[in-house]
Antibody, heavy 118, light 112 residues
Framework: EVQLVESGGGLVQPGGSLRLSCAAS????????MHWLRQAPGKGLMWVSR????????DYADSMKGRLIISRDNAKNTLFLQIYNLRAEDTGVYYC???????????WGQGALVTVSS | EIVMTQTPLSSPVTLGQPASISCRSS???????????LSWIQQRPGQPPRLLIY???IRFSGVPDRFIATGAGTEFTLKISRVEAEDVGVYHC?????????FGQGTRLEIK
């Protein structure tokens, strides 16, 4: 059974940083591009970042570029997202998702809530 | 980037009756490889997103056949033939034809 489990969310002060993790199981993690998406409270979904299978190619949303680092550890089947200089507008639930060759996300994690507030 | 616009934003429906959600893209979603990378995603209350439809009209594994997706170019529709209580939630359309991936605002399906 495919499972994606995020962790690392929490309450952070503006200007702070945190690192989200996504533990994958039930599939060959190293064979899939992985993505992070965000959902602000009461809002729609927004793509945040992606990483290719071996970690050599990374992309970020323009609105957050310069404050994000995506990475992965294929030996530990884990995806990461480091967010720096957090702002109130970064508040939301962050999901990791598996990207398929059919151009969609077939599995999503349960999400990690990040709240940026003083 | 491609802008996705959903209508309506809220849809009250009666159990057992049909429901329909529209999604319009600001550019054609036909990829150079001939595929249309339009997906529909369901999000039940308090739950993470769940894939319903991919490549415009293909139901994902385990998705009931009462969910029917049609469309082409820039106009797409998700229809539920007979709404059941478990269908309550927010429905998102998503395009992956052009980077970056973008989503509609979401349509809230609720029972009258």
């Amino acid at each position: 059974e495919v499972q994606l489990v995020e962790s690392g969310g929490g309450l952070v002060q503006p200007g702070g940083s945190l690192r989200l993790s996504c533990a994958a199981s039930g599939f060959t993690f190293s064979s899939y591009w992985m993505h992070w998406l965000r959902q602000a409270p009461g809002k729609g979904l927004m793509w945040v970042s992606r990483i290719n299978t071996d970690g050599s190619s990374k992309d970020y949303a323009d609105s957050m570029k310069g404050r994000l680092i995506i990475s992965r550890d294929n030996a530990k089947n884990t995806l990461f997202l480091q967010i720096y200089n957090l702002r109130a507008e970064d508040t939301g639930v962050y999901y990791c998702a598996r990207r398929t060759v059919t151009g969609t996300y077939d599995y999503w994690g349960q999400g990690a809530l990040v709240t940026v507030s003083s | 980037e491609i802008v996705m616009t959903q209508t309506p934003l809220s849809s009250p429906v009666t159990l057992g009756q049909p429901a329909s959600i529209s999604c319009r893209s600001s550019q054609s979603l036909v990829h150079s490889d001939g595929n249309t990378y339009l997906s529909w995603i369901q999000q039940r209350p308090g739950q993470p997103p769940r894939l319903l439809i991919y490549k415009n009209s293909i139901r994902f594994s385990g998705v009931p056949d009462r969910f029917i997706a049609t469309g082409a170019g820039t106009e797409f529709t998700l229809k539920i033939s007979r709404v059941e209580a478990e269908d309550v939630g927010v429905y998102h359309c998503m395009q992956a034809t052009q980077f970056p991936i973008t989503f509609g605002q979401g349509t809230r399906l609720e029972i009258k």
